[in-house]
């Protein structure tokens, strides 16, 4: 089920929630084997967008394609497409009565007919992937906040899925963990060839790993581009948001004013 074009394919998408348009005009082409780096402020629409990514929100103009194929509208076609797409949640979302190994069989067991034995034996390969082999045994309450985010990084990788998708990987991190945690992402992208995209307003930790960038603000994209020249760009919107400013083109209170503007 391989192809040659973009994993992941957006044309002039809008995006609503509760009637209201959070994203409009967004165009963005993930090649094959790309990690990028999608980043905004707060609010800026990034969970938004990555809802469309998994299907969970349909585009009100636009399309949405991936893996060459447009998003499925059929229950059963997008839970198909779904095991496909490897996704961690912002937090880790283990279950906390569950060792790492128990985690990481979940997705297994839920969408595979796989031998008990197998399903071990692809657990520990997943666990050995984030540098926790070791660490199959325990519950997520004795592992750093690095080591749980690393588990339920192998948790998304279970079912082998060509793509991932990260939502805010680092939050509540230290800088180390986060390094570790970029690191990894890296790393599992090149070595399994996989596409990655990752969605987070932690531009400096992710930048580094990332092959593009875009930035979201004000409703759509305002920038796509390297992270060499996102450093480098001038545009004072993506400034304020590169330099933590707090005064600038995004409003300081942008989601108050946009729920003012509905
Ligand atoms: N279910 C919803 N109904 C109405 N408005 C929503 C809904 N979900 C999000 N919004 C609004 O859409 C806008 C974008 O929210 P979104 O969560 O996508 O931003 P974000 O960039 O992911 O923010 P954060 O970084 O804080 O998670 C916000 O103004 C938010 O209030």
């Keep these: 089920m391989t192809h040659p074009g973009p994993i992941v394919e957006l044309s002039g998408v809008r995006l609503a929630r509760g009637g209201r348009t959070v994203l409009d005009g967004i165009d963005l082409s993930v090649p094959r084997g790309q990690v990028v780096a999608v980043l905004g402020p707060s609010g800026s629409g990034k969970s938004t967008l990555l809802a469309a ?13 991936l893996f060459g194929q447009p998003m499925p509208t ?22 906390t009565d569950l060792t790492a190994a128990e985690n990481v069989a979940l997705p297994l067991r839920a969408h595979t007919r796989l031998p008990v034995e197998l399903i071990e034996r692809l657990v520990r390969l997943k666990l050995h992937a984030v540098g926790l082999r070791a660490a199959a045994d325990a519950f997520p309450r004795e592992l750093s906040g690095g080591m749980a985010r690393r588990v339920a990084l192998a948790r998304a990788l279970a079912l082998d899925p060509p ?6 990987p680092l939050t509540g991190l230290d800088p180390i963990a986060s390094g570790v945690v970029m690191e990894l992402v890296r790393r599992l992208n090149d070595t399994l060839g996989l596409t990655s995209i990752v969605v987070t307003h932690h531009v400096h930790e992710t930048l580094p790993v990332a092959d593009h960038a875009i930035v979201i603000a004000n409703g759509s994209i305002v920038f796509s581009g390297t992270p060499a020249e996102l450093q480098a760009t001038a ?22 004013r946009n729920a003012e503007a509905a």
């Design 53 to 65: 990514l998994t299907g969970e929100l349909e585009p009100a103009a636009g399309s949405v394609r």
């Design 74 to 95: 059929r229950a059963r076609e997008l839970l198909e497409l779904r095991k496909r797409i490897g996704v961690m949640l912002q937090g880790n979302g283990l279950l």
């Design 163 to 168: 793509l991932m998708i990260y939502d805010e």
């Design 235 to 256: 545009d004072p919107l993506v400034r304020q948001f590169l330099d933590g400013e707090p005064d600038g083109p995004i409003p300081f209170d942008a989601v108050a």
